[in-house]
């Protein structure tokens, strides 16, 4: 399907009302439907957590607004591909047709994916990463990268930001020396790295056991909601957040997305392609509104366990600047792709709408 029949697609959608619109709308009915499609996919998200019970009601929800043409069939973290790499080989050979996980996890396989979701001291706001995604043609340079390896860019989908959760106080940047941290690695890592840290990479499920052992000294993850799920308050005391107002400086706005194999994108009707990217479009908003609100809930538990709450300063967020505007570079400069994603995102930063980032603050630094 054309991405410009795509977009007149979503532009009518969100003219007729939104998600109402689109989920009230008459099934989708053709010879196709008859005969139904089935997908596997599979999700980063861990059995149990609220990430993964919002997944699966969505995923649950699909046969039927889709009048049977779609079913698709939900799996937790490590269910079929065993770890992401694994994950990412299992949808290009058609094992699943369909994964749902933070894009900067491909960031050694695509560098172009550590600027598809947030990175330190980009760009900090759901609705930016929606207006650059939507509004300024990230969307289909996306889908253009994904499609060299087999993959079709469904869309992102929003969930939150990364905190840190510590066995010891991390009041400042300076406390990063020598600690022993979960990241996710690429970009996020080498800026931790930067201030000292120890970095490690290790999937959620992952995490709790390696704080019980002493094996980490401090993880990054995603936020309250989820952290609580898996138990974080049992096995630290401190909590990490950016400056009020902001809940992280290294991974503001977390994105996750909805990414399948080409071949069985290609076999959907277009009028199933569309519905499958309108749906896609809905779920980030409603994933992302119903954990925020769950955050706000996880946090009373977690202050009732007795967590202290820790945040950073101004003088932490320019050390952290001052880190980061190389590193962006130096990423933008792995390829063609990331190159030219970043340079969607500098001009966007530049723009007086932002003024993220001045001619001062990049002087001396090139694409």
Not at 55 to 83: I, N
Not at 97 to 115: E, H, I, R, S
Not at 222 to 251: C, E, R, W
Request: include cysteine; charge should be positive; aromatic fraction near 12%.
């Amino acid at each position: 399907m054309s991405t410009d029949n795509s977009r007149r697609s979503f532009m009518k959608t969100a003219a007729a009302g939104s998600a109402a619109a689109i989920i009230g709308a008459p099934y989708i009915g053709n010879a196709e439907a008859a005969k139904g499609t089935v997908w596997k996919v599979q999700s980063s998200w861990d059995a149990g957590t609220t990430g993964y019970t919002l997944f699966k009601e969505w995923c649950d929800s699909l046969k039927e607004k889709s009048g049977g043409e779609l079913t698709v069939k939900p799996f937790s973290a490590k269910s079929v591909a065993a770890d992401n790499n694994s994950m990412f080989d299992a949808v290009r050979s058609g094992v699943l047709q369909g994964m749902n996980q933070p894009t900067l996890y491909w960031a050694g396989k695509m560098p172009a994916t550590v600027f598809l979701s947030s990175y330190p001291m980009g760009p900090d706001q759901p609705a930016q990463w929606d207006t650059m995604f939507y509004g300024l043609g990230m969307l289909e340079m996306a889908r253009e990268i994904y499609k060299k390896r087999g993959l079709y860019y469904v869309g992102p989908i929003q969930h939150d930001a990364n905190i840190i959760h510590s066995k010891t106080p991390v009041n400042s940047v300076a406390d990063f020396e020598g600690l022993k941290l979960r990241v996710p690695g690429g970009m996020v890592a080498e800026v931790f790295q930067a201030f000292g840290a120890s970095t490690v990479s290790l999937p959620g499920s992952d995490i709790f056991p390696a704080l019980e052992k002493g094996t980490i000294d401090a993880a990054d993850y995603v936020g309250p909601a989820v952290n609580y799920d898996l138990g974080f308050h049992q096995v630290t005391k401190y909590i990490l957040f950016g400056p009020p107002g902001t809940m992280s400086l290294y991974q503001p706005v977390d994105l996750m997305d909805l990414t399948v194999n080409l071949r069985a994108w290609k076999k959907l009707s277009p009028k199933m392609q569309t519905f499958v990217e309108e749906q896609v479009y809905v779920y980030s908003r409603d994933h992302f509104v119903t954990i925020q609100k769950r955050n706000v809930d996880a946090m009373a538990k977690f202050k009732k366990a007795g967590s202290i709450v820790s945040r950073f300063g101004a003088d932490d967020v320019a050390k952290f600047r001052k880190a980061a505007i190389p590193i962006w570079f130096k990423w933008a400069k792995k390829n063609k792709d990331a190159s030219r994603v970043f340079k969607l995102h500098l001009d966007y930063m530049l723009n007086e709408t932002m003024g993220y980032v001045t001619p001062a603050d990049i002087k001396g630094y090139s694409l």
